[in-house]
């Protein structure tokens, strides 16, 4: 079946530092991926996503490209700020409205 | 415009009781989706129901467990006799028509119900 794994947390940055979270999946065929956010006391909110292989999807500095011969989604940004602590998951879709998401990583940045 | 409404946002339930939690979908979204956050662990579809019909409970328990979206009113998750392993927490997510991917569904903050 359909599964994602990501990076465990908690991951705690300095203002300005470099995030990397990574995320692999395993899926037949080719799923599109996202990456959403969750900022405390709200819902999940798509960030970015791509639907094919090589695509690079990006939003708000955070950037992620699609590669099928590593299965990964790998969330970036280069210098992060105090408002970007939040909790991160990676999740897929077979284009259908059943997502898969990975188990989430939580990111505070220190001012 | 008001987003996903959960309510409420935490839940806390002794062994054997009845937890009920509601979700208001977006005005005007008639697709309702129930997942589940077990700890340590990723967002688990349940549930997918339209109004007065439910499509597609492919992941929801055979037992204890059953949800509904009525004609009027929000979608509501009945977990029956809960025991300690219901404790997780329950997302919500709604959309005008039936999604086909993950930026057609909108998510509402979760409730958190822990079984003691």
């Known amino acids: 079946g359909n599964s994602v794994t990501q990076m465990e947390g908690p991951v705690t940055l300095s203002e300005e530092a470099f995030l990397t979270i990574n995320c692999t999946y395993t899926?037949?065929?080719?799923?599109?991926l996202f990456w959403y956010v969750q900022y405390p006391g709200e819902g999940l909110q798509l960030l970015l996503k791509?639907?094919?292989?090589?695509d690079k999807g990006s939003n708000k500095g955070f950037e992620a490209t699609y590669r099928k011969e590593t299965t990964s989604f790998h969330l970036e940004k280069g210098s992060v700020q105090v408002s970007d602590s939040a909790v991160y998951f990676c999740?897929?879709?077979?284009?259908?409205?059943?997502?898969?998401f990975g188990a989430g990583t939580t990111v505070t940045v220190r001012a | 415009n008001a987003g996903v409404m959960q309510n409420p946002r935490h839940l806390v339930r002794r062994r054997g009781q009845e937890a009920r939690l509601r979700c208001s979908p977006m005005?005007?979204?008639?697709?309702v989706y129930w997942y589940r956050q077990l700890p340590e662990e990723g967002l688990k579809f349940m549930v997918y129901?339209?109004?007065?019909?439910?499509?597609?409970e492919s992941g929801m328990p055979k037992e204890r467990f059953s949800a509904e979206f009525p004609k009027e009113g929000p979608s509501i998750l009945r977990i029956q006799q809960v025991v300690r392993g219901d404790s997780a927490a329950y997302f919500c997510?709604?959309?005008?028509?039936?999604?086909?991917?993950?930026?057609?569904?909108?998510f509402g903050p979760g409730t958190r119900l822990t079984v003691l």
């Open positions: 997510a709604s959309s005008p028509l039936r999604a086909g991917g993950a930026d057609e569904q909108f």
């Open positions: 899926a037949t065929g080719y799923p599109s």
């Open positions: 791509a639907t094919k292989a090589d």
């Open positions: 999740a897929l879709s077979r284009r259908d409205y059943k997502l898969s």
């Open positions: 005005k005007g979204h008639s697709h």
């Open positions: 129901l339209q109004k007065e019909n439910i499509i597609d």
